[in-house]
Every structure is written in structure tokens, then in C-alpha cells.
């Protein structure tokens, strides 16, 4: 059939896309599965549905497991965003004189129903579920667009024959058309256990013994597609076939044959491929020549046992194998470090290794993770062991740490984690079965109903522990129609085994109570025995998944159901209210449904009192395709009652065992292990009494000692203290040695009052540089690990674009003296809770993420209007002084100076410069000279004086006090004496460069006032505080509710703390949650084609490098690429890329006519150059204030800047597959919200922009195409239905609303505004440019437009990603007309979306 799998819209081009989970999965010895998070210091079991566990074998979107009937199961994760694939086919028509356009065509020519390319005929009926795992979301429907241009209703295309290209358009050469029909189909089996189809019909022919799921990492291929390889009691190896993010259960079952006399006992697959085996005799086999192409592997290699012990178990990492033997000893194999080769990609002398090394301890089994991390389980104590040390320069590790954590275990399935259709549904598609549950009390009244459906369940009583094995081994299905009643029941049981048995998890709340709450203790002595038929009455939403937690398996899939019985009419002896024989019976009801609907056969859940399982439910196998399901639900359930309960004297508790273990879901780092350990052998329990009891007084104390006096002054003075240290700095073009000194004043009530960071270095003579905290705007670290540089950026208002930079030898050292800056500027500001919801959050391309507040609060405007009028320190008032303008001195700042002038003085000078050395640049020059009864107004710039201006002396007299005031104008300094307008000089030097004061001659100085403006603050003085986490991008929104998403597409909500990452000493540290993040490095391989040896290396000398970067303009090797800083490690080796944009050919070139050119997959006559992108994985481990979303991945999120009707903030999402999803109950209290709702779309989207507005919600194709989402309001923020809006001359990547303005940007930098959008026509007409060079647009709720820049032009030269916002926009202007730039550069996202009190 043709289908199309959504998932691959997102995926091809964002390649290692897996789910949020970094769990370790174990089993214990009563067949439980359990599960310990990372972030948690808890085990958690997984819902039992009534199946033991042997093994399980985990990835990061899918648990692979081994159950006690030797069947194996599948888990997927359930997702917020579906599972689902479109089912296309096109209907073919050509013309004819007579009939015109009809389905009769040429005998040439393709089926009526066909494939894209018309090959294969795909005619509607033909095109089924494969595998009742899945249901349909729709029927058949017309898709009415074609290469982004709508359609007519009817949604034909025209060419002139088979096959040629299609348009809309009917032209009057147009002998054929077609259109296409679609459906989509969605895997509903999520968060649940379900079977996987066996070999064979009957899966006891060949039960498996093992089960081992690895891949997502083998060089070249897809991140979604895993190998799930087992091995069978027969010693046979086989692999699951087609396993991938669409289809999770796979297709088939493939056989690997070994070599003779070398059966297997257990397999085990690595993340890159690497497939390693063990035999009856000990020895391992390994599966050489596994690739891209070749999955399944070429041969198989036999190596020796280690020092003649029998190999029991292996363990398979990306660069290790850790090996068991039977006596319990551990082997690391040696000799397995990757190498490449550049052409091929092909391990070499890598698969095999060297030799066995013997590890320390004991252990009864060892697993391996995906970045090599190694897990076991003791031989004594069976507890659950992690090796130390474990990293990529050693990866043996170090010890083994027991996890010692407590239970949380889970007695059965909470029934309202996904809503349970009405009992009486059966729905004949998907096989889903609801009954109500009942006792044998009610069981008589249930009989008498003729069209109620019937529940059968068991009384037992709690000293009975059945468990789900022995119901199967008890278990009698009976499957007849009228003409079998006569069957011999044991032949009907061997027929029907446990394949036919399913379990639901779900027993709804409103299912009717058939319980007769009066029931006698001892069951009836006989019942009537009758038989029923339940008839299908309702449909299972197509669109509902299944519930939560219920083992799903396949049905006979006839298209008529047979009418079955089911008799139990054998008698139970043994029960606990007497000695008479309890008998068990379920009777037919007639069907009363129209005629012609299904009928199909009742079965029951089993209960009990037992508190291990509540509930038997119904499993259903997920069959495939390929024919290799079970057969169909036929037969009767009967248990057999044991004798009468042996209760204990004393209840016991039975032993906690652990089994078996997996980490292959579970990323962590030696550097960075998990909570788990607090102490050795004992977890972290918060809520000890004695934790409580401590904690309670310590807050009495404080009650009663500190808060009655907290309105009084301070009594001790203001303490300081000094941080020093060594850097290089920047200075005259070169890098020069250079101390560090940050000094800060604070006291008992205030860490931090003040803190002033001064940089002394040499070049030519001693000089100092002063910064104030109050004039770092912001604090960044630049990593450059080409170089092993280690560089901290220091913005200053003065020069927003061109930081100050320090230089560290260690990138540790770097780390702490950029904790320490910032750590001072934010407590000296008060930055110590979380931002207001008035705040810019920015990303930086290195996944820094900065906020700034712009909020400011009645207390803050106070506090800044003291600092803004402050005096500056004199001392004893003798010059020279030279003293810092921290917020230096442009207009609207003024400073006053006062004193003496001496009585004998010849003169005295005020200068308003760029330094405090003696050769800096002076933009003022006050010298009044009284022997000349003159004042020379001068400036000087590079050594070299200006033209002087003279201004008579006024007030100014030897002997005299005098107050001078320097008032800094737009155009010029007004300068005043004893509040008297004296004079004005005109500016000759930019006032930004101002940043010291200088006093000199015959003056003794009384005060110094320095005013630089309370409130009035610009772009570039805006502080950027820097968080902790590594993400992509950022976005804020109403009620300070803020969402993100890492490289990796991973979802993040803001937690409200303020420290993680590099920024240590949060006061919420409880709230900074550990994350990581995954980042892709590329290089590009380019040659050029010559007529003698084809396309080589070798180039015109004007050709980029062999080995290039994007742009083709840097080198950049595969040996020359580092990792970005110390925290990130690799995850994978090189390899070709195979899904770069445009496409490639089997060997991953791209080809074009010359560089740089437009590039194609396949190779044409005129092609001359060739590229092809190679890729390598590294991951980050950090933390911050996020708390991952949990079974979502989404690849753009936005959050609406206002609330709807119901106080919630409407949060919009696109999923990978280029899903829209709309995530409710979001609020400011739970910014987490409550669930996520699917918007149907046409196609597949790429972003989309959120609002309450009428005109707000806008999304945009993958394709390029806009879409506005009609209906939307505060009481309906889904809205209605989308409408397409044309792209400008090129396709769209974003589009932005706010207060009626919609911005929309290209794919190529340009900036457009839509014409003309008003309430009663949304959509407006027209898109009208304003400009280049834009990477990211942000519109905020009031209409203001914030960008990114990819280039802007700098007083130093272009400078790239910075953030602006768009000024002088009016209704004259539409579009505005320029940019005001904030602080730094390397932006690479913004969000202002909420309005800004500025």
C-alpha cells in the first residue's frame, strides 16, 4: 500500500529526536517491573497487568521484554503527540470523446487506484490496519492542495499523460488527471503492554528464552529505527524486522542463521550496532558487517572463552563489552576503540577486540547504557549495582555503588490515567473489550438480562496469591459456533492457549454495579446455566488510544464472528464459606442489535481479593500483517478453585529480590551521577523526624531572635572581602598578563552593597581598568576549544557590541570568576527570585539562556533614584582625584563639584575622560586660570589638544567657595557655578566614552555629586541575567508562565529558581533540576570532478577546502572539531550524513553544477562539484531551573502573551512530524498545564505563533505557506479551522502576531508586515518587505517588534546576532524604519512577546 509516514517530516531533518526519559528499568523476583528516574530517588513499579516478567531490555522511546509465557512484549511510551502515518493513494482518470474524464483508461496505463508513481495499483478497499494496534482516525477524504496551491472541491490535477508533471489548472491539452485520497491511522497501544506476534501460530512450537533491543546510533541511519534481536528455545537467533518510530511492534520475525553447532542462549545489541552473542557451550559469537545498509550483519566471528570459563552472559556498549561467565566473574573486552575509515565509514580491527580483562566482583548479571555506563546485580545480595568512573578516556570505570532506594510499589493500575469507554463497547476494529466487573453472588442476576453484557470473575480469598501464570496454565478458552457444541472440551483448550488471553487495565467508574452488596459468605450450592451472545453495540472512538496500561493482543479478524459460548459449568470445589461445590457459569444472552452487525464472543475479567492483581483483563496480541498472529478468541474461561486457605499465624513479608536490569534509557556521567546516593547504602529521606524537628526550632529562633528587629539599622559596619586572581587581558590589539581583584562591601542584612571588579596590567606602564557592578550589563563565557581558550565577556553600557574580555589558562578557573561577577551583580541588584512576567528571554547560540526583568516596582524606582544621586567617595578632598563614572555620562546626566579653591592658587582644572591614565581622551576640559581672570574650555583627543574657548571668570576667586555643575546635554555640557548658568561647550567627542572624573590643582574638594538618571534607562543599559540549562529556545508568556525546548527537542517549564549550570548558590537550589541536551557537529566533504580521474580532491585554487565548514569559507576537519566545553562528551563517531536538506544519493553526495550552486541528490551531465555532510553527536550533561516535560517532543512551542476567559494560558506546540498541538489548563500556579489537544491540519507545520486575538494564531508549513487559524477568542482559543495565507516571493519560516500586527519572515533573512489585517478580515491582503538580515522574530502583545539580527554594522565593523527592537513604526510608516540594539552579540532567540512596562 502507499502510505506516508508524518513522522518522517521532522525526523529526517532532525536526526537522534527521541522521548524525554532517562530511566533504568529492573526486574525482581516476583516477574515486577520497576523503574528509577534520574531525577528521583524512588523505585516506581510499572503498572502489573496480570504477566510476570523474566527480562527487559530498554531505549530511550521503547521497553523490549520477556515474559513467564515466553512471549515478548513491546512498551511504547505513550506520547502527547500521537503515533501517525497517512495512507494515500491517487485515483487515476484519463479523458475520452465520448464519456470524458472517466476510470476507463488505456491498457497502458496505470490501475484506477495507484501509487504516487503508479506502479502499483492501491485500490481503497485493498488498503486495511496492519496490526490491530492501530485505528483509524478518519475515513477516506480528498486532500485538496498540491505543491502548496489549493485546490477545488474536488481536487483533481491535470497533465497531459502518465506521468508527467501535474498542475490545478484544466488546460485544453489535459488528457489525464488524478487526486488524492488520504487517510491517516494512529498507534493507539501506548503506555501499555502488548504482545508481539510469535513465529509461529502457536508460540509454545518456539518460545523465546531472550530479547535484547539496542540501535539508534549505527553510522548513517535513522535515530528512530532500533534492532530488536532474540533467541528462541531452540537456540535460533532472530530479529524483529522493521522497527522504527512509525511502527514500534515491527513486521515481521527474520531468522540469522549461526554457524553449526553453535546454537544460541542469549544475544545482546549495542546503541551503534554491534551485536554480540553467547552459546550453549560458552563461547561468543559476534555479528560482524552490521551497517546502514546491512542492519541484520554479514557473518558471524566465534571468539574464545575467557581463561577457559563459559561465557553466561554479555553486555554490549557503543565502545565496550562487559561479559559474565557462569562462576560469576566479571570481563571487560579490550581492544574495541572505534576508528573509521573516511570513505567508507566502516569499523576497523573495532568489532572483535583484543582480549578478556578480569574486573572485580561478583555478579549474577551486567548491563551497559548508552554512553558505556555499566549496571549490575550483586551475586549475594542481589542488589543493583553502578560502576564508578565509567567515561570515555576510561571506561572500565572505577568501583561498583549499590542504589539503595526505597519501593514505591503500585497494587494495580490507577484507572483514571486515560478515560475508559462505556463497558458494554466492543469495538470489532481494534478488539477492545469493557465489561463490568461482578461477583459469583451476581452473576445469577447478571444471567437473567438478555442484553446486558456478562462479567465472570473469581472469589477468592486473600491467602490465595494467584498468580497470572498459573490463571494461564488454568485457563480453558473454548471457541465453538452452534455446530460445535459438541467439541471435546480438552481438544478446545489445547487449541486456544494464553495467546488468546488479553488484559485490560481500565475498570471504569460508571461501569453498572451488578455487585450484590448483601452477598452471602458461602456461594449458591448450583446455577443455572445459560448461554448469551453480546453483540457490538457501540464503536470505540477511532481517535481515542487505548487505555493506559492494558496488554493488547489480536482477535480473529473475520469479517463475520462466528457465535460462540462459553461453558463453565465445571464445578469449583474448596470455598471459603463452607464445604459445597461453588459452580461458575456464564449464560448467552439473545442479541437485540440490527441486523447485520457483528457478533462476538464474551470474555470475562478474572478477580480476586488478592491485592497483587485486582483485576484479569483482556490481552490482545498485536498481530502484524505478515501473518504470523495467533488465531482468534474462541473458548471458555474456567480456574480451578485451590482447597481451602492455609492462613499463617504470621504475616510475612516476602523477599525483594532483584533479577535482571537495564540501562540502555539511562543517560548519566561519572561527573554527574544522579541523586541516588546521600549516603553509602542509605537514600535521602527529607521528612526524617529528626531533619523536621531541627528545622522547626531553627525557624522559632528565627522568629523570636531576628524578625522582631529587622526594621533597625545595622550595628556591626559593612564588612568587605576580596576575590583575586590571575587572567590575561586585552589591551593594544594584544593579549597582556593581568590581575584580577573583585572587591565587595555588603553586611549581615545585605550579602552585597557594592562591588567594583579592577584589572591591573602592564603595556608600556602600569594601568588599571574599574568596573562597577552596577555598569556590567551582562556576563558571559565563551568557550573556544580550538584554541583552548577560556574567554569571560564583560558588557558595559558605553560599548554594547564590544565586551571587555578576560582570558583564563583553565576553563574551571574561567567558570568561577564568572559565577563570582555575576553572583555580585545580581545581589547587589536584588535579583534573587524569580523574574517578573514583564520579562525579554534570550537564547544565545551557544544555548545560553539570559533574562532581563523589566518590571519595576515601586521599592525598585526608589532604590534606584537613591543610586541614581549618590556621592562620590573624596576623602580627605586633596587633589589630584580621579574617581569612576560607573554609569559614565551621557545626556540627562549631570555631576557637581564642591570645595575651596585655595588662596593663593594660580589655577585648578575639572575633566571629564575615557580612563584615569594620563593619555586618555578628554570630552571636557574646565581650567579656569585667575591671573588671566580667564577659564580655558578645551578638549583633547589621542594626545592632541583641541582649539581653545575662552569664558570669563564669574564667581570663581582664590579664597572663595564654589560649587561647579556639569550638565551633560544632547548637543553640549551646561556648566553652572552656585546654581548660576555660567557657560556651554559644545561636544567634540562622543559621550559615551566618558567613564572618570579628574580633579587637579589648587582645590580642596568638598563633595562630589554624581547623577546618572533614575528610571531612564535604554536598550543597551538593560541587565542580562544569566540562568542555568542548555536549550534552544526560550518563550515566555502571560502570567510569567514560561515554556522551553533543548537541541534535542526535548520540553522544558520554568521552575522559578535562579541558580544551575555555571551560576552556583541559588537560594531555591530545590527547584534546579539536572537536564541534558544533545547537539549535532558537522563538517562538510567537498571535491570537484576532472576528466581523468573523476571527482577527486583536488580543486581550482579558488574552490573551497577539502574539508569545510557550511559555508565552505573556514577549514574545518573532522580531527580539528572539538567538543564545546568540558561538560559536553561524545556520543557517537563520524559518519555520512544521509539526511541533509535536499537530499543525497546512496553514498550521501550532493551534487551541483559549481560552488556554491543549489545541490541535488542524483548527478547529472553538467554537475562538476559534489558535497556531503558528515555528522557527529555530543551531549551535555547541566542543570537549571526546568523541569522536564514528560512524552513530548515538540520542535517549536509558543505561549500565548494573555490569559483566555478561564484564566488559562493557551500554550500551542509543533510536533516533529509537523503535528499542531494545543496543551490546556496551563496557568501560573501549574505551568505545566493538564493535556495536550491535536489541531488537524492539512499539512504538516514547521511553527506557530499563539494569542487569544481574533487575528493572532498563525502558523506556518513546511512548506512555506502561511496559516491563520479562524474562530480563535479568549472563549474558544483553539478556534475553528485553519486558512491558508500565500507566502511573499519566498517561503516563510516564521510568522509573529501581536495587537493586529502580523510580521512574517522568510526563509532567506527577510523581514515582511501583512497589509490590511483587521478583525472582520483577518487574513489581510498583501505582505509588504521591510528589510534583511533577520534570523528570529518576536512580536509582543502591544504590537512592538523584537528580532533577532544575522548582521549588523557596528562602530568595530559588522557584528552578527543581535537582539533589536524595531523603532518609528506608525501608520505613516508601516514597517518602521531602523533598529535600537540591546547588549552582546551571538544571539540566536528572543521572546518579548508580553507587553513591557517601558
Not at 679 to 706: M, Y
Request: glycine share 8%; charged share 20%.
Amino acid at each position: 500500500m502507499m502510505k506516508k509516514q508524518d513522522q518522517n517530516f521532522g525526523q529526517k531533518n532532525i536526526k537522534g529526536l527521541r522521548m524525554p526519559s532517562s530511566q533504568v528499568f529492573a526486574v525482581n523476583n516476583r516477574g515486577r517491573v520497576f523503574s528509577l528516574s534520574t531525577d528521583q530517588a524512588v523505585w516506581r513499579e510499572l503498572p502489573y497487568l496480570g504477566v510476570e516478567f523474566k527480562r527487559v531490555s530498554a531505549h530511550e522511546t521503547v521497553i523490549w521484554a520477556l515474559g513467564g509465557d515466553h512471549q515478548v512484549y513491546v512498551y511504547v511510551y505513550g506520547s502527547s503527540v500521537p503515533i501517525r502515518v497517512c495512507e494515500e493513494t491517487y485515483e487515476n482518470q484519463r479523458w475520452n470523446p465520448v464519456e470524458g474524464f472517466s476510470s476507463v483508461l488505456l491498457p497502458t496505463d496505470r490501475a484506477p487506484f495507484s501509487s504516487a508513481d503508479g506502479l502499483t495499483p492501491h485500490p481503497l478497499t485493498s488498503i486495511s490496519l496492519p496490526t490491530l494496534a492501530w485505528s483509524w482516525e478518519s475515513p477516506w477524504h480528498l486532500h485538496h492542495t498540491h505543491e502548496g496551491q489549493a485546490l477545488d472541491k474536488e481536487a483533481w490535477t491535470y497533465a497531459i499523460d502518465f506521468p508527467r508533471s501535474y498542475t490545478a489548472d484544466k488546460k485544453w491539452n489535459s488528457y489525464v488527471r488524478r487526486r488524492k485520497w488520504v487517510r491517516y491511522r494512529r498507534y493507539v497501544a501506548l503506555d501499555t503492554w502488548s504482545a508481539v506476534p510469535s513465529i509461529h501460530q502457536d508460540h509454545t512450537q518456539e518460545p523465546f528464552i531472550d530479547i535484547s533491543v539496542g540501535g539508534g546510533e549505527v553510522p548513517g541511519d535513522d535515530a528512530d529505527k532500533l534492532m530488536v534481536w532474540g533467541v528462541t528455545a531452540l537456540g535460533r537467533v532472530m530479529v524483529r524486522a522493521g522497527v522504527d518510530g512509525t511502527c514500534p511492534e515491527g513486521c515481521e520475525w527474520v531468522h540469522i542463521p549461526t554457524p553449526t553447532d553453535k546454537d544460541v542462549t542469549s544475544v545482546w545489541v549495542g546503541r551503534s550496532g554491534r551485536v554480540w552473542a553467547v552459546t550453549w557451550d560458552g563461547n561468543a559469537l559476534v555479528r560482524t558487517g552490521v551497517t546502514r545498509d546491512t542492519p541484520t550483519g554479514t557473518d558471524w566471528v566465534v571468539l574464545d572463552q575467557p581463561e577457559g570459563s563459559r561465557l553466561h552472559q554479555l553486555a554490549v556498549g557503543v565502545k565496550s563489552v562487559w561479559a559474565l561467565t557462569r562462576d560469576h566473574r566479571l570481563w571487560f573486552r579490550r581492544g574495541l576503540e572505534v576508528s573509521q575509515d573516511s570513505s567508507s565509514g566502516k569499523n576497523q580491527n573495532s568489532e572483535l577486540g583484543s582480549s578478556w580483562l578480569l574486573m572485580v566482583g561478583l555478579l549474577n548479571m551486567v548491563a551497559v547504557g548508552p554512553n558505556d555506563q555499566v549496571w549490575g546485580i550483586g551475586k549475594d545480595d542481589h542488589s543493583i549495582l553502578v560502576r564508578t568512573g565509567v567515561s570515555e578516556a576510561e571506561l572500565t570505570g572505577r568501583t561498583w555503588k549499590s542504589i539503595c532506594l526505597p519501593l514505591g510499589t503500585l497494587d494495580s493500575p490507577d484507572p483514571s490515567r486515560s478515560p475508559t469507554p462505556d463497558p458494554a463497547t466492543v469495538n470489532v476494529n481494534t478488539q477492545v473489550f469493557n465489561f463490568p466487573a461482578i461477583t459469583p453472588s451476581s452473576s445469577r442476576e447478571a444471567s437473567d438480562s438478555p442484553n446486558q453484557s456478562v462479567d465472570l470473575s473469581l472469589q477468592t480469598d486473600p491467602g490465595d496469591l494467584f498468580s497470572m501464570q498459573t490463571v494461564f496454565d488454568k485457563l480453558k478458552l473454548e471457541g465453538r459456533d452452534e455446530s460445535q457444541d459438541e467439541k471435546d472440551a480438552s481438544s478446545i483448550s489445547q487449541e486456544t492457549r494464553s495467546d488468546d488471553i488479553a488484559v485490560d487495565n481500565q475498570q471504569s467508574e460508571d461501569r453498572r454495579n451488578l455487585t450484590d452488596d448483601s452477598a452471602p459468605d458461602t456461594a449458591p450450592e448450583k446455577e443455572e446455566e445459560e448461554s448469551d451472545n453480546v453483540t457490538a453495540s457501540n464503536q470505540f472512538s477511532e481517535s481515542e488510544a487505548l487505555p493506559n496500561g492494558s496488554i493488547v493482543s489480536e482477535c480473529d479478524n473475520r469479517a463475520t464472528h462466528e457465535e460462540n459460548t462459553l461453558d463453565t459449568s465445571k464445578e469449583q470445589p474448596g470455598d471459603v464459606g463452607g464445604d459445597e461445590k461453588d459452580c461458575l457459569s456464564i449464560s448467552d444472552s439473545t442479541g437485540v442489535e440490527d441486523q447485520g452487525e457483528e457478533k462476538i464472543s464474551d470474555l470475562t475479567t478474572v478477580q480476586t481479593g488478592n491485592k497483587e492483581w485486582s483485576e484479569a483483563r483482556l490481552r490482545h496480541i498485536s498481530g502484524s500483517s505478515a501473518g504470523s498472529e495467533a488465531s482468534g478468541m474462541k473458548g471458555n474461561l474456567v480456574i480451578l478453585r485451590e482447597d481451602a486457605p492455609n492462613y499463617d499465624l504470621l504475616a510475612m513479608q516476602a523477599e525483594h529480590l532483584w533479577m535482571w536490569v537495564t540501562g540502555g534509557g539511562c543517560w548519566i556521567r561519572a561527573n554527574n551521577m544522579p541523586k541516588w546516593f546521600l549516603s553509602e547504602g542509605s537514600p535521602a529521606v527529607v521528612s526524617e523526624p529528626w531533619r523536621t524537628s531541627v528545622l522547626q526550632k531553627l525557624k522559632n529562633r528565627q522568629e523570636i531572635e531576628i524578625k522582631p528587629f529587622s526594621g533597625y539599622e545595622e550595628a556591626v559596619e559593612g564588612s568587605s572581602w576580596v576575590i583575586s586572581g590571575k587572567c590575561r587581558w586585552w589591551a593594544g590589539s594584544q593579549w597582556v598578563p593581568a590581575s584580577l581583584e573583585l572587591t565587595m562591601v555588603g553586611s549581615r542584612r545585605s550579602q552585597v552593597q557594592d562591588a567594583t571588579l579592577v584589572v591591573q596590567y602592564t603595556l608600556g606602564s602600569n594601568k588599571m581598568e574599574e568596573f562597577s557592578c552596577c555598569t556590567i550589563m551582562m556576563i558571559m563565557l565563551c568557550i573556544d576549544p580550538a584554541a583552548a581558550r577560556s574567554v569571560v565577556a564583560i558588557y558595559h553600557p558605553n560599548k554594547p557590541l564590544q565586551p571587555k574580555t578576560l582570558l583564563f589558562s583553565a576553563e574551571t578557573e574561567a567558570e568561577e570568576w564568572l559565577n563570582h561577577i555575576s553572583s555580585a551583580c545580581n545581589q547587589f541588584r536584588g535579583l534573587l527570585d524569580r523574574p517578573s512576567p514583564y520579562s525579554v528571554w534570550g537564547v544565545t547560540t551557544q544555548g545560553d539562556v539570559f533574562v532581563h526583568d523589566c518590571s519595576v516596582t515601586e521599592e525598585e524606582l526608589r532604590a534606584e533614584s537613591v543610586a541614581a544621586h549618590k556621592q562620590l567617595s573624596v576623602g580627605t578632598g586633596a587633589t589630584p582625584l580621579t574617581l569612576l563614572l560607573d554609569r559614565g555620562f551621557r545626556p540627562g546626566f549631570f555631576i557637581t563639584v564642591s570645595g575651596k579653591i585655595h588662596d593663593k592658587a594660580d589655577q585648578f582644572h575639572i575633566n571629564l575622560q575615557s580612563s584615569r591614565t594620563t593619555d586618555a581622551n578628554i570630552a571636557l576640559h574646565v581650567n579656569p586660570r585667575f591671573a588671566f581672570k580667564t577659564a580655558i574650555l578645551n578638549n583633547k583627543k589621542k594626545g592632541i589638544w583641541g582649539t581653545e574657548e575662552k569664558r570669563p571668570l564669574i564667581n570663581l576667586a582664590p579664597g572663595s567657595h564654589c560649587e561647579i555643575s556639569i550638565v551633560c546635554d544632547d548637543k553640549d555640557f551646561k556648566i553652572s557655578v552656585n546654581d548660576k548658568f555660567w557657560c556651554s561647550f559644545k561636544h567634540r567627542l562622543p559621550t559615551t566614552k566618558i567613564s572618570h572624573v579628574v580633579v587637579r590643582g589648587a582645590f580642596t574638594i568638598d563633595a562630589i555629586t554624581y547623577n546618572h538618571g533614575a528610571g531612564e534607562r535604554q536598550l543597551c543599559e538593560w541587565y542580562w541575567r544569566g540562568l542555568g540549562g542548555h536549550l534552544l529556545r526560550v518563550e515566555g508568556g502571560a502570567g510569567g508562565v514560561t515554556w522551553a525546548i533543548s537541541h534535542d527537542f526535548h520540553v522544558f517549564t520554568y521552575t522559578a529558581a535562579t541558580g544551575g549550570g555555571l551560576y552556583k548558590g541559588s537560594n531555591n537550589d530545590a527547584h534546579v533540576k539536572m537536564m541534558s541536551d544533545v547537539r549535532h557537529m558537522y563538517v562538510w566533504e567537498n571535491q570537484r570532478w576532472n576528466p581523468v580521474t573523476g571527482f577527486t580532491y583536488r580543486g581550482f585554487p579558488t574552490d573551497r577546502y577539502t574539508w569545510s565548514d557550511h559555508t565552505g569559507r573556514l577549514q574545518r576537519t573532522r580531527e580539528s572539531t572539538k567538543l564545546p566545553s568540558r561538560h559536553w562528551q561524545w556520543t557517537s563517531e563520524w559518519c555520512v550524513d544521509y539526511h541533509t536538506p535536499g537530499g543525497v544519493d546512496r553514498e550521501g553526495w550532493q551534487y551541483a553544477t559549481d560552488f556554491p550552486r543549489s545541490y541535488h541528490a542524483h548527478k547529472y551531465v553538467t554537475d562538476l562539484v559534489r558535497r556531503r555532510r558528515w555528522v557527529r553527536k555530543c551531549r551535555i550533561s547541566t542543570s537549571g531551573p526546568w523541569q522536564l516535560m514528560e512524552k513530548v517532543s515538540l520542535i517549536h512551542v509558543s505561549v500565548s502573551p494573555e490569559c483566555a476567559a478561564d484564566n488559562t494560558v493557551p500554550v500551542w506546540g509543533v510536533s516533529a512530524s509537523g503535528e499542531i498541538v494545543f496543551r490546556s489548563g496551563v496557568t501560573a500556579s501549574k505551568p505545566w498545564g493538564e493535556k495536550w489537544n491535536l489541531i488537524p491540519a492539512e499539512c504538516p507545520m514547521r511553527t506557530v505563533c499563539a494569542s487569544v486575538d481574533c487575528r493572532g494564531v498563525w502558523a506556518v508549513s513546511k512548506d512555506g505557506r502561511a496559516h491563520l487559524r479562524l474562530g480563535v477568542s479568549k472563549k474558544n482559543p483553539q478556534g475553528l479551522q485553519w486558512v491558508n495565507v500565500d507566502a511573499p516571493h519566498q517561503p516563510l519560516i516564521e510568522v509573529s502576531t501581536g495587537a493586529g500586527a502580523v510580521w512574517g519572515l522568510d526563509q532567506n533573512g527577510a523581514l515582511y508586515r501583512r497589509k490590511n489585517v483587521l478583525p472582520l478580515f483577518p487574513e489581510g491582503t498583501e505582505w509588504a518587505f521591510a528589510c534583511n538580515n533577520v534570523a528570529n522574530i518576536s512580536v509582543a502583545a502591544s504590537g512592538a517588534l523584537w528580532a533577532v539580527l544575522d548582521s549588523f554594522d557596528s562602530e568595530k565593523g559588522t557584528v552578527q546576532g543581535v537582539i533589536a527592537s524595531r523603532q518609528e513604526i506608525s501608520d505613516t510608516c508601516f514597517v518602521g524604519t531602523g533598529w535600537e540594539h540591546t547588549l552582546g552579540t551571538g544571539w540566536s532567540h528572543v521572546s518579548a512577546r508580553v507587553p513591557l512596562p517601558l
